[in-house]
């Protein structure tokens, strides 16, 4: 049977029931507070990298590397095998145009020289001698050939007075015959000295020619000697810096060896190598930066090799005027960016290893001592800058150094 219930016995109900309730909210904030103490980690601000967003340029680029050269060089060959006898300079003096750098011995070469202008004086008697005979050879020839016309008139005088007496019954057809006969051979005669003259006057064009052109040939040798020691003077023939000689006196030098290196230190150029895969998008005259371990430098592409070698393209880049070229030195090694693309007065932060390379990166903001995790949409990036599109304004403290171990945490608190 049903039992009825008083009001204590209620009463004592209704208080249990408020503590359950009460409890388990007690229990559930336990719950919340030790998650949220789970999830929320702490940071000294010491060991993270903190980025400003600010406004400004961000490029898509070609990312390569290079060396810093002079874009006017010279390099001072040996002109032929010889020996170092004293040097005159050294490693980074600065030198004038008509400066000799170092003394080579230049006795052999010398030698040949003298040689060769006497062989070429005895190619001008030799010239002379045959001009005198080949001119005698003519000359009687010549003079064959007027005697034989004579003989060949008298002939003909000869022939007509036969010819004459044979008609008033003096000679006979005999003797006729015999005057015609005569004339022929002297004819024949005069045909041939005619032919030998014409052949002997082109036999000593030719032969002289011939001698002429030895004798051209031996003085351009010589010029050319003469040229092998001035050049063995050494002179720079610009002025500039030397980056190079060789300077051991007493050192064997072989034709063709580099002996030294000046460079015109006024102004640089970089060749650079950049990976064959972006040949397709290289042209000349895109904008270049160009980082040295001390400075940037602006510049542009001014030629682009046509071959590729080790997967490599060749580039040549101009640096343009500007301050700070006076710490740039040959073979110095930069970081190259030739900008494809560029978005303007965006907002930005330096691109370090927070940063996944996806469009929606999850970076952590810093407000009031709290780094709060948001989605931020990014746009173009390079190695040094990121473009921020969402989420952001220009001032906004993000941290940009690695945050992988906060991957599970909204909330980081800096200490």
Do not use: C
Not at 136 to 164: C, G, M, P, V
Not at 382 to 393: A, G, I, R, Y
């Amino acid at each position: 049977m049903d039992r009825i219930i008083t009001k204590e016995e209620k009463l004592k109900d209704t208080k249990k029931k408020y503590f359950r309730i009460g409890t388990g909210i007690i229990f559930g904030l336990g719950i919340l507070y030790l998650v949220n103490g789970y999830l929320t980690k702490k940071i000294d601000r010491k060991d993270i990298s903190i980025g400003i967003v600010e406004k400004g340029n961000v490029a898509l680029t070609i990312s390569g590397s290079g060396k810093i050269e002079p874009t006017l060089q010279k390099a001072i060959t040996s002109p032929f095998s010889s020996f170092i006898e004293a040097t005159h300079k050294g490693i980074g003096d600065e030198v004038k145009s008509d400066e000799s750098l170092l003394q080579i011995n230049v006795a052999e070469a010398e030698n040949t020289l003298s040689s060769m202008k006497d062989e070429a004086e005895m190619k001008r008697v030799e010239i002379n001698k045959e001009k005198l005979r080949l001119n005698k050879e003519l000359f009687n020839l010549k003079k064959e050939t007027q005697i034989n016309a004579l003989q060949l008139k008298s002939r003909e005088e000869a022939l007509k007075s036969e010819t004459k007496l044979l008609e008033i019954g003096g000679s006979t057809e005999e003797k006729v015959k015999q005057a015609k006969t005569l004339l022929e051979i002297e004819n024949l005669k005069q045909e041939q000295l005619t032919h030998d003259l014409k052949i002997k006057e082109q036999g000593i064009l030719q032969e002289i020619k011939s001698l002429e052109l030895s004798l051209s040939i031996q003085l351009k040798s010589i010029q050319e000697q003469e040229r092998k020691l001035e050049k063995a003077k050494t002179k720079t023939g610009m002025d500039g810096v030397i980056t190079f000689i060789k300077d051991k006196v007493g050192a064997s030098i072989a034709e063709g060896e580099v002996l030294a290196r000046v460079a015109n230190m006024d102004q640089f150029r970089i060749r650079g190598k950049v990976s064959e895969q972006y040949v397709a998008s290289l042209s000349i005259g895109m904008d270049v930066l160009a980082k040295t371990s001390k400075a940037t430098y602006s510049g542009s592409v001014t030629s682009i090799s046509p071959s590729s070698e080790n997967g490599m393209i060749t580039v040549l880049v101009q640096i343009d005027e500007q301050e700070g070229l006076h710490l740039l030195r040959p073979d110095m090694i930069v970081d190259l960016s030739i900008i494809r693309e560029q978005h303007e007065n965006v907002l930005r932060v330096k691109n370090r290893g927070a940063f996944k390379g996806v469009k929606g990166e999850k970076l952590f903001m810093i407000k009031n001592g709290i780094a709060e995790k948001v989605t931020i949409q990014t746009g173009f990036r390079n190695s040094e800058w990121v473009e921020l599109k969402s989420n952001v304004q220009e001032g906004d403290s993000i941290i940009i150094s690695p945050t992988d171990k906060f991957i599970n945490s909204p909330h980081i608190e800096l200490k």
